[in-house]
Nanobody, 125 residues
Framework: QVQLVESGGGLVQTGGSLRLSCAAS????????MAWFRQAPGKEREFVAA??????????DYADSVKGRFTISRDNAKNTVYLQMNSLKPEDTAVYYC????????????????WGQGTQVTVSS
């Protein structure tokens, strides 16, 4: 069993930055993928970014809408995944969720086994 706890959300102005953290407890296996998804009011949950937990893998993926602005990273010693968000826009406003699982399809939300409770990010114009 894996528990995920997100933190770091908040209110920021357009162009600002935030760093989200996802602390994982329990056993994170080397074949796991760690990901961030988001869901805005009235919209479906959408993929944001993902990376493989394996230290020897460089597998990273970003949604086109955040590429060049967001960076996903991990600290295996702390069992934590981060999402650095720069140049934030009002359309980035959403609840951001951390997810984990042995998925082969990084962008598919229904392939992840574990989810956090979410953290709200609001970008004011």
């Amino acid at each position: 069993q894996v528990q995920l706890v997100e933190s770091g959300g908040g209110l920021v102005q357009t162009g600002g930055s935030l760093r989200l953290s996802c602390a994982a407890s329990g056993r994170i296996f080397m074949n796991y993928v760690m990901a961030w998804f988001r869901q805005a009011p009235g919209k479906e949950r959408e993929f944001v970014a993902a990376l493989s937990w394996n230290l020897f893998s460089n597998k990273i993926d970003y949604a086109d809408s955040v590429k060049g602005r967001f960076t996903i990273s991990r600290d295996n010693a702390k069992n934590t995944v981060y999402l650095q968000m720069n140049s934030l826009k009002p359309e980035d406003t959403a609840v951001y969720y951390c997810a984990a699982g042995p998925t082969m399809r990084m962008r598919a939300a229904d392939t992840y086994d574990y989810w956090g409770q979410g953290t709200q990010v609001t970008v004011s114009s």
